[in-house]
Each structure stands twice: as structure tokens, then as C-alpha cells.
């Protein structure tokens, strides 16, 4: 499967600009059809506590509405970050799944909110995994401080998973961290990790970048740097069923 990350360059709450600025990005370059886009998360706003200003409903807004016309036009799933709220007006940082008839099949919120930043106080707590089969691969969308939890990723490989799309606004301050986590989940559990980050500054807080596709040995198959750019590889199922039969180390899970 065709992997394309966008490292996007966020402008702080102007969701049309940042629709626009991946609008041109993927039309500019050559993306397969039938792979899987993954943007950032909250890629239209930024990273913001102010959920009532940049929220959407679950079924439409300009934010979800764009990813439908993309996931149709290029024919691949998408995976992005959108925010809507909840009953009681807190937010879900949530990921969604986007197929190419343009129909959303897995929304994700976020388990672990960022509570030394804040991210508890405005956004509720997710409570449960999701997985969705995209042909031979069982996909787990997870969420930037999520990747500090690896009991979260250990749950999804016993449903099945084989891919992990990381979407973030990692901060710089940590990158190290980013790059050394990802690896990790990769190798603990033999699968596909797919980091996508954001770059730029936000009025704060300075983003790392340095989006990375690994292979599941914990090999780094493209790694992006620090700048706004496109990010490809293909993913071998073949390869990675091999890997874990050559290794078996799942099966010894206690």
C-alpha cells in the first residue's frame, strides 16, 4: 500500500487557508490511487483549546467536507485530525478514516489528552481503540501523546493491527523523543508506524516536523525534515508477515 504523509506548515485557526495550502500540495504531486493519505492532527486549525471556534458536527463542516472531496478525487483513504464536541461542550480531538467513496468508516478520540498542556481541561478523554481493515492490513489510528503509552498500541496489535498512522502537532522541544517513540512502537510491535507531524510555529510553541514511515524491524523507510513537504513509501504486507513469522515475538505475549 501507497503511503503519502503531508507535513503541513499549519496557519494558526484559518482552516481555509489550511485546506487550501493541502489542497495544492496533493494536486502538485503524483498520489496513487487505492493508498492512504495522512495528515496531521487538527490539521485545519492548529493545536487550540478554543473548541467552540474551531469545532465541526459529525457529519459535515468545512473541515470533514474537504477531506471527502480529496478521499473521492484521489481514490485512497484518508486519515486526518478533526475536532468536534460532545454533549457537554468539550471537545474531541478525534482522527478519522475517510474511504475513497468518500464515506467516514472510523472516528478515533484521543485516549491520552495532553494534560501538561492543558488539553484535559477542553477536551474529553477517549475511551476506546479503533481498528479498520484497508485490504490486507488492519489500521490503528492513534494521536501525538498517545505514542507515549505503549499498553494503547500492545491492545490494538490484539485486535489485529499492522499499521500505526501517528497524527501529531509534536513540539520541537521533544524531538528526540518523537523519533525514538516511533521507532519503539514499531519494533515492540512489528508493524508499520506512519509519524505525521506538523512543522512551523503556532503563537507559542515551535513544531518539530520530522515525519517518518518505519518499517516494522524499526527501519526508517522515509523520514521528512524539518520544512512543509510531501512524504511517500510503500508499505510490503508480504514483508511484514515474514518478519513476524521469521520472529516470532508477538506470540510470546504473556
Not at 471527502?68 to 480531538?93: F, H, P, W
Not at 515492540?188 to 515551535?206: F, H, K, L, S
Request: charge should be negative.
Amino acid at each position: 500500500m501507497d503511503i503519502t504523509v503531508v507535513q503541513l506548515n499549519i496557519t494558526w485557526k484559518n482552516k481555509a487557508a489550511n485546506i487550501q495550502q493541502v489542497e495544492h500540495m496533493l494536486r502538485d504531486a503524483t498520489i496513487p490511487s487505492s493508498g492512504l493519505i495522512v495528515l496531521p492532527e487538527m490539521f485545519s486549525t492548529g493545536f487550540t483549546m478554543d473548541v467552540a471556534s474551531v469545532s465541526e458536527q459529525n457529519d459535515s463542516g468545512e473541515t470533514l467536507d474537504f477531506l471527502k472531496e480529496q478521499a473521492k478525487r484521489y481514490q485512497s483513504y484518508i486519515i486526518a485530525g478533526v475536532v468536534t464536541t460532545d454533549m457537554n461542550g468539550l471537545g474531541n480531538n478525534e482522527a478519522i478514516l475517510v474511504n475513497p467513496e468518500g464515506e467516514v468508516v472510523t472516528r478515533y478520540c484521543k485516549i491520552h489528552p495532553f494534560s501538561y498542556g492543558g488539553e484535559d481541561k477542553h477536551y474529553r478523554s477517549g475511551s476506546t481503540i479503533e481498528t479498520y481493515p484497508i485490504g490486507e492490513y488492519v489500521v490503528a489510528p492513534l494521536i501525538c501523546y498517545d505514542l507515549r503509552f505503549p499498553e494503547t498500541f500492545r491492545s490494538a496489535v490484539h485486535q489485529g493491527a499492522t499499521v500505526f498512522p501517528i497524527i501529531a502537532n509534536w513540539p520541537a522541544a521533544r524531538d528526540e523523543h518523537w523519533t525514538t517513540l516511533l521507532k519503539a512502537r514499531a519494533i515492540e510491535n512489528q508493524a508499520y508506524v506512519i509519524g505525521a507531524n506538523r512543522c512551523g510555529a503556532d503563537p507559542t510553541i515551535q513544531y518539530a516536523g520530522h515525519s517518518m514511515i518505519i518499517n516494522p524491524k524499526g527501519e526508517v523507510i522515509a523520514e521528512a525534515g524539518y520544512e512543509e513537504t510531501l512524504l511517500q513509501a510503500t508499505m510490503d504486507f508480504e514483508s511484514l508477515q515474514s518478519y513476524r513469522d521469521l520472529f516470532p515475538a508477538l506470540k510470546d505475549i504473556k
